[in-house]
């Protein structure tokens, strides 16, 4: 092979396993939050929730959780509270880890209470 082929060759080569590579590390997601089986979540206020979701997470999920940014839709999503806890906590895809903690947290939870789409079983 002449040394012009192998200058392209080689790193096509490369790109190609390398982007296969990740491609496929971030379809299995090998770092999905857990989610606890066990315990309530604790909820704290809906209205400072819903000040805290708007000027923290409207920017990616929409206003009132309606999608239109880089986040899933969540308004009548069918999430579970402990879902949600665990991805604000752990973090994946384009969000970043403990966005919101502690009262604020809680305050975030409560406001998604009243958006996510009731439990399955309830009705």
């Not at 082929?5 to 857990?34: D, G, N, Y």
């Not at 999503?77 to 994946?92: E, M, S, V, Y």
Request: hydrophobic share 40%; net charge positive.
């Amino acid at each position: 092979m002449s040394n012009a082929k192998r200058l392209i060759v080689v790193p096509e080569m490369l790109f190609v396993v390398v982007s296969a590579t990740v491609f496929t590390l971030a379809k299995l997601h090998l770092a999905k939050p857990a989610t606890s089986a066990g315990g309530a979540t604790k909820l704290g206020d809906s209205y400072r929730g819903e000040t805290v979701f708007s000027t923290t997470c409207a920017g990616c999920h929409g206003q009132a959780g309606n999608g239109g940014g880089v986040g899933p839709k969540l308004a009548g999503a069918d999430i579970t509270l402990a879902a949600a806890k665990a991805q604000i906590d752990n973090g994946g895809g384009v969000m970043p880890a403990k966005l919101v903690t502690g009262g604020r947290e809680e305050d975030v939870l409560a406001y998604l209470s009243a958006i996510l789409a009731p439990p399955s079983g309830s009705g």
